[in-house]
């Protein structure tokens, strides 16, 4: 009866009704495989993360006001102009050797897979999600400079995982950390196959392979090519823990992955105009699933 | 101002600004100083501050906002955030004649109890949602000290909102906007 009474209440109890009724069906419908933006989600997205993409150059900066500026305090007041110099020199040397450091880098990248036919798109990390539980990185470079939704992302050392969510100048990548991102392996020793999920901030695991494969520990895992999303022999990681269990058809693989993430700055995204072409049969395949299923309800 | 959405609209903003700021540091300079293992969820504070702090039929709806807000940073999305936000203030509008946020130390403890609520309450989704237990046991262990972290930061945070929301020496839970 208090309820029905006071208007706030009533207001309240109304209005946390739709909004929790809302969030339980977008539970239910997310996904975590991807993500298409709107076009409002488009423009915030492309407006926060300059912010991102500032605060991890302003951090660089500062870090490096410390390292050259602020430790050198103590220097003896006579030698003032001359440590001056000597900062100016070591801080143009340092550049240079960071220059220099860029470059091999990214050369490294860019020679990386001349073999494989797809076009290479370099882009820096910015930012990482806000959330622990999701190992999703933030580049910049997005629609306008032709990434695609689910296009592949390698650096030199192996796989990173792939474009989830795309606006028009920036790109989420699910990495390989993140257990919904999944990627069909292959150990290129014994050939054998596999499912690649995401295990914790550091590992991978390998799933649904057979008990008598002869895998051992130091066994390279490479990208199998199905699935339509990577390429066919990216590095994944290496093998550094086997769990066979003394019943069951099947053994668990814990896979290190070859990137270090802790140390991720640049990129490479690889595209195909093949990629829009997949895109076009997957969608159709899921129109006729539609049609069907339309029919069947009739 | 109880049930009237456009005098909330103003400190909501400002809200929103601090959270986007909170969000950017958490996301591009935390990563960057090599804490790429742990984000501080600074989303669930401010959104426990709502359910302590204010009390307004538009609570739930603000919370939405907020979440929505969050999703610009974390493919998490506003929905998990969002149920476990609202359940959790419908479960404080029940005690909040029974807790009091007298000091730093009671803030920092209740916020702690507080969030391993909404870590029940998400982890029950993703286990419904996933039927994997082995997940949230792993997320528990980044819990922990995230959580610890955000629990020691109300104090401060919760003195900012007062000043945006004007709820200063209004302690109690059950303080009204």
């Known amino acids: 009866m208090r309820l029905i009474e006071d208007k706030d209440r009533r207001q309240r109890a109304i209005l946390n009704f739709i909004v929790l009724f809302i969030s339980l069906v977008g539970v239910a419908k997310r996904n975590y495989v991807l993500d298409k933006t709107s076009a409002f989600e488009d423009i915030l997205i492309d407006s926060f993360a300059p912010l991102q993409s500032s605060v991890t150059s302003v951090r660089s900066e500062v870090g490096n006001f410390f390292d050259h500026y602020i430790a050198n305090i103590s220097a003896s007041k006579n030698n003032i102009e001359l440590s001056r110099k000597i900062e100016d020199l070591e801080n143009k040397i340092f550049e240079f050797k960071e220059l220099s450091k860029e470059n091999k880098r990214l050369k490294k990248l860019l020679d990386f897979g001349e073999g494989i036919s797809y076009r290479k798109v370099l882009a820096q990390v910015v930012a990482w999600d806000a959330n622990s539980d999701f190992k999703v990185i933030r580049i910049n470079k997005g629609l306008k400079d032709g990434v695609q ?100 058809i099947t053994q668990n693989v814990e896979i290190t992955p070859a990137v270090d993430f802790g140390r991720l700055e640049e990129v490479v995204i690889l595209l195909s105009d093949e990629d829009e072409q997949k895109r076009r049969e997957w969608e159709a395949l899921d129109q006729m699933d539609e049609d069907a299923d339309n029919k069947e309800k009739k | 101002m109880k049930g009237n959405f456009a005098h909330l609209i103003r400190p909501l903003g400002i809200t929103l ?6 969000e950017i540091l958490s996301t591009a300079f935390l990563p960057m100083v090599g804490l790429t293992k742990y984000r501080i969820p600074f989303n669930v504070l401010i959104i426990l501050y709502m359910g302590f702090k204010l009390e307004t039929p538009f609570t739930s709806v603000m ?79 980044r819990f922990l000290p995230e959580s610890i972290v955000i629990s020691l930061l109300a104090p401060l945070i919760f003195g900012v909102l007062d000043a945006i929301w004007k709820t200063e020496g209004e302690s109690g839970l059950g303080s009204s906007v």
């Open chain 1, 149 to 248: 939704l689910q296009a592949a992302v390698v650096t030199s050392e192996g796989l990173v995982g792939y474009i989830y969510r795309l606006t028009d100048h920036f790109a989420d990548i699910l990495t390989v950390l993140d257990a919904n991102n999944r990627v069909d392996g292959l150990i290129q020793r014994v050939r054998s196959h596999g499912i690649i999920e995401g295990y914790n901030n550091e590992k991978s695991i390998m799933k649904y392979i057979s008990r008598a494969e002869p895998i051992i520990l130091g066994d390279i895992v490479i990208t199998s090519g199905l699935g339509n999303i990577y390429p066919k022999g990216i590095k994944v990681g290496t093998v550094s823990h086997i769990e066979r269990e003394s019943y069951g």
């Open chain 2, 17 to 22: 600004l601090i959270l986007i700021v909170l």
């Open chain 2, 63 to 141: 919370i939405l906002i907020l979440q929505y807000t969050h999703s610009f940073f974390s493919i998490e999305g506003w929905e998990m955030g969002t149920v476990a936000g609202v359940m959790i203030c419908i479960i404080i509008s029940y005690l909040k004649d029974l807790l009091h946020l007298t000091s730093s130390v009671i803030t920092i403890v209740v916020t702690q109890i507080f969030q391993t609520l909404w870590f029940l309450i998400v982890s029950s989704l993703i286990y419904l949602k996933t039927d994997d237990f082995s997940y949230i046991a792993q997320k528990f262990w």
